[in-house]
């Protein structure tokens, strides 16, 4: 048995002196039960239990306004007032963690696995909310209030075939992660940590988890209701009173569309061992987890995508009005993750104010220009441009050979490698049309936002590793 205890006290620049100085403790305690077992099969075993308090301070600068020394222009000194306000009364940033751990190894180390439980909890994380811009910028310091966040670690091993000559080695890693948003500042319900072109903020709101994606969303129908009687069935249309023709999406109340915390995220890798050459590959994915797309948000409206050119099913123009036989079908644009479309006239609802009496939807889409059933030209919702960040990838592959330590005998030289690495190689699967998941704007706090994505650029290269 083991138990290991630290503790540190950090006094730190960028806090006020009233608050600057911050005591966090760790202990650690494991205990090595394999020692008191006789088994064949078992070759370690060990239980683990963390705790520690840590503390953080704030961003340097962040305590006392000033104004900005711009460059002079013809002589004249310039300066500027800073977009976010600073705060002379910041507390440190504080974070609590426990954690459980079981580690195993079995059959001669050649299966293994490690799992560990975790407990986190956040209190007055320093970050800069927006204010009202009558106070003369548009963010301010503040210890925003509490987080917590719980989740479970898996890593495993595995060694299926093992002779002389070759080996296969297996590697699996899997997390999930469940956080909520506690408290925030004073009495705040949300706390907004950016509004992005498009329409969609990305707050922290009390009772959610953090980073949830806020905009317009789908009137739906009452076929399906949660558990607060809201529907949650297929998004209505109406027909649209245009000479264009076609239908039109009802569009809701601003409210949550969204969130970007993925549900878990995991990985494989094999290797093959041969004599001297190593061939391994990485698969990643991850489930879960939202972002808004304004590529799509405009893209839809402007025609960059291949959907909304040619000729449709009935072999009509797709640009060209529906009554002379253009547009689109709702079938036809099913892999852009609206399914089940239903007609309503507007009026009928059930005793829970749900939409009722709805049917099927037989009106096109008009797709002439930006004003379109998917653009954003009649202000159609948000939500329709919330896509799943869902992926697998096929993250890396690399081939090595060692060279013979009989090559290296009369060198200074331990072992020299020589590997051919690729890197982002492949999507294998996503649940989102037209780009990388992971491509994006997103930095920081502010995530689950994708405008002006690239394709995803693959990596080729040589690695040599000497040992001395």
């Given at each position: 048995m083991y138990l290991d205890v630290s503790a540190r006290q950090d006094v730190s620049s960028t806090l006020p002196v009233a608050?600057?100085?911050?005591?966090?403790?760790?202990?650690s305690l494991s205990f090595i039960w394999s020692e008191f077992v006789d088994s064949d099969i078992l070759s370690f075993g060990k239980l683990r239990a963390n705790w520690a308090n840590v503390g953080s301070d704030a961003p340097a600068n962040a305590l006392i306004?000033?104004?900005g020394i711009g460059t002079p222009f013809n002589g004249v000194t310039l300066a500027s007032a800073p977009s976010t306000q600073n705060n002379a009364g910041l507390l440190p940033?504080?974070?609590?963690?426990?954690?459980?751990?079981?580690?195993?190894?079995?059959?001669?180390?050649?299966?293994g696995f490690d799992v560990s439980s975790y407990n986190r909890t956040t209190e007055n994380q320093i970050l800069p909310a927006q204010v009202s811009t009558a106070t003369g910028t548009y963010y301010?310091?503040?210890?925003?209030?509490?987080?917590?966040?719980?989740?479970?670690?898996v890593s495993a091993y595995v060694t299926p075939v093992k002779t002389k000559d070759f080996q296969w080695d297996v590697n699996i890693n899997w997390s999930r992660n469940r956080n909520k948003v506690v408290s925030l500042f004073g009495d705040s319900e949300s706390l907004l940590l950016g509004s992005v072109q498009g329409g969609v903020n990305m707050t922290a709101r009390v009772g959610e988890a953090y980073g949830t994606l806020e905009g317009t969303s789908f009137v739906r129908d009452g076929s399906t209701v949660d558990g607060d009687g809201n529907a949650t069935g297929a998004p209505l249309v109406y027909d649209w009173a245009s000479s264009r023709g076609g239908a039109r999406y009802y569009t809701g109340d601003v409210g949550v569309i969204g969130n970007v915390q993925?549900?878990?995220?995991?990985g494989i890798n094999n290797a093959f061992s041969y004599k001297n050459f190593r061939l391994s590959a990485l698969i990643d994915m991850q489930m879960g987890g939202d972002f808004f797309s304004l590529d799509t948000y405009y893209g839809y409206g402007t025609g960059v995508y291949d959907f909304s050119a040619g000729t449709n099913a009935a072999g009509g123009t797709i640009r060209t009005?529906?009554?002379?036989?253009?547009?689109?079908?709702?079938d036809e644009v099913a892999h852009l993750g609206v399914e089940g479309v239903r007609?309503?006239?507007?009026?009928?609802?059930?005793a829970d104010g749900n939409p009722s009496?709805?049917?099927d939807n037989t009106t096109s889409m008009w797709m002439n220009d930006y004003g379109n059933v998917l653009g954003w030209g009649l202000g159609g919702p948000k939500e329709m441009h919330i896509h799943d960040a869902s992926f697998v990838k096929l993250r890396e592959v690399s081939l090595t050979y060692t060279l013979p330590t009989s090559v290296l005998a009369d060198l200074p030289i331990a072992g020299v490698d020589i590997s051919f690495v690729g890197r982002n190689l492949a999507i294998l699967w996503k649940n989102t049309p037209y780009s990388d998941p992971e491509a994006g704007l997103s930095a920081g706090n502010l995530q689950g936002y994708q405008s002006g994505a690239y394709p995803t650029l693959r990596e080729v290269g040589v690695n040599l590793r000497v040992k001395f």
């Open positions: 608050n600057n100085t911050y005591f966090y403790p760790a202990a306004d000033a104004y940033e504080n974070t609590t963690s426990t954690e459980l751990g079981l580690e195993m190894k079995m059959f001669d180390n050649r299966l301010k310091y503040v210890n925003a209030g509490q987080i917590d966040n719980t989740g479970l670690e993925a549900d878990w995220r995991g009005n529906v009554e002379e036989g253009g547009g689109l079908t709702w007609q309503w006239d507007g009026v009928s609802v059930d009496g709805t049917t």
